[in-house]
């Protein structure tokens, strides 16, 4: 599985940004995808993830301003970030894998699929 992202960029405290995220290949395999982030100095975070029926999970500290979704046709993973803020600002990385291995709790652990990271940054 491959997974390109794109959309990071330089924003104003306030404004917003959409992530994309494309897979291609065996994506037979995967049926969850997720945005995880990792700021400097901080440990990874998984900001919000997505199953292939539509589940979400979105972590408190973006609730209400992140919102993920996905379009099935595309493969495509899509994180749309509203009043963005300082604090958001990291590295953010698509992740895909499977629920039987990766889900439980309702929590979604990185599965094995990475795409490239992309860099967001929001000024205040």
């Known amino acids: 599985v491959q997974l390109q992202a794109s959309g990071g960029g330089l924003v104003q405290a306030g404004g917003s940004l959409r992530l994309s995220c494309a897979a291609s290949?065996?994506?037979?395999?995967?049926?969850?995808m997720g945005w995880y982030r990792q700021a400097p100095g901080k440990e990874r975070e998984l900001v919000a993830s997505?199953?292939?029926?539509?589940?979400?999970n979105t972590a408190d500290s973006v609730k209400g301003r992140f919102t993920i979704s996905r379009d099935n046709a595309k493969n495509t993973v899509y994180l749309q970030m509203n009043s963005l803020k300082p604090e958001d600002t990291a590295v953010y990385y698509c992740?895909?894998?499977?629920?039987?291995?990766?889900?439980?709790?309702?929590?979604?652990?990185?599965?094995?699929?990475w795409g490239q990271g992309t860099q967001v940054t929001v000024s205040s």
């Open positions: 992740n895909a894998g499977s629920t039987a291995r990766y889900y439980s709790g309702n929590y979604y652990y990185p599965g094995p699929y």
């Open positions: 290949g065996s994506i037979f395999s995967i049926n969850i």
């Open positions: 997505i199953t292939s029926g539509g589940r979400t």
